[in-house]
């Protein structure tokens, strides 16, 4: 697992050397660090790569890589396509990702994503899909109770836990965004985990006001902050920030600027 993690973080931040200066969409590199009560802080590196692209069309590399604090690793890798109407007010996206999880008893789980979108410039939508690949629980050698996302402990079994979410969120002019949405897995020996998600996250673009190749340094940082419920482990919050490297975007407009944004999923 933590091979596998090594390689993906390194084709992650190979994404960042492979941009050319006449792409209308550049790689990008993002660097999130998180805090959740009860589950201690975790770090991600996600890059996306440009493998195909057209004014209105765009398909994509998206590999990414998560260590927790416990050292459990993660490692996503994905295929996706992102199309704009031809007056650019509608993006429409579709992404498939393979995971491979470490669960918190060290356990390796093997899973399938997949996820729409739809943006306008200020309105997001978007809701995925999770499936297991193979075994979906695991003896422990202790007993426990809880767990995070959609992996959950119940006396000595860890269980994984299919399922979906989805969320709406509201982007401002200013940088300030809001998102609501919601959560359901579900496993018929434990209690179903379903309940409301939040989160509210603030964007500066160029914070720096870096021009030319320094631009690439950095591009954008987002703050983030949210929390979701439900019954069995009642109320978690998280809050941290995330750094993007890409090339220059100032050819582009409207919503072609969200055409290289990592996708988002619930289960990280």
């Not at 031809?86 to 999880?101: C, D, K, T, V």
């Not at 996820?115 to 410039?121: I, N, S, V």
């Not at 209690?191 to 954008?220: E, F, H, K």
């Amino acid at each position: 697992m933590r091979k596998i993690l090594a390689l993906l973080i390194v084709s992650s931040a190979v994404t960042t050397s492979a941009s050319a200066d006449d792409w209308m969409y550049k790689p990008s590199l993002n660097l999130q660090g998180m805090f959740q009560n009860g589950h201690g802080s975790y770090n991600v590196i996600d890059g996306l790569l440009p493998l195909l692209q057209y004014p209105q069309t765009l398909t994509f590399l998206e590999t990414r890589g998560v260590s927790r604090y416990r050292g459990q690793y993660q490692g996503d890798f994905g295929l996706g396509l992102r199309l704009l109407t031809p007056q650019r007010q509608w993006l429409y996206g579709a992404n498939a990702f393979y995971s491979m999880i470490e669960s918190p008893q060290q356990r390796e789980l093997n899973q399938v994503t997949g996820g729409l979108e739809l943006q306008t410039q200020h309105w997001v939508f978007d809701a995925n899909g999770y499936y297991s690949v193979g075994a979906n629980e695991h003896l422990v050698s202790s007993p426990g109770y809880g767990g995070r996302q959609n992996i959950f402990r119940d006396d000595n079994i860890e269980y994984y836990m299919p399922g979906y979410d989805g969320e709406a969120g509201y982007r401002t002019d200013f940088g300030l965004a809001g998102y609501v949405g919601g959560f359901r897995f579900y496993n018929k020996n434990l209690p179903l985990l379903a309940g409301p998600i939040g989160r509210v996250t603030y964007s500066i673009n160029n914070p720096l006001d870096l021009t030319g190749a320094w631009s690439y340094l950095l591009n954008r940082v987002t703050f983030e902050s949210g929390l979701y419920f439900d019954t069995p482990r009642r109320l978690t919050w998280f809050i941290g920030a995330t750094i993007r490297i890409a090339g220059p975007e100032d050819n582009l407009t409207g919503l072609e600027h969200h055409m290289t944004d990592d996708v988002q999923n619930f289960v990280h």
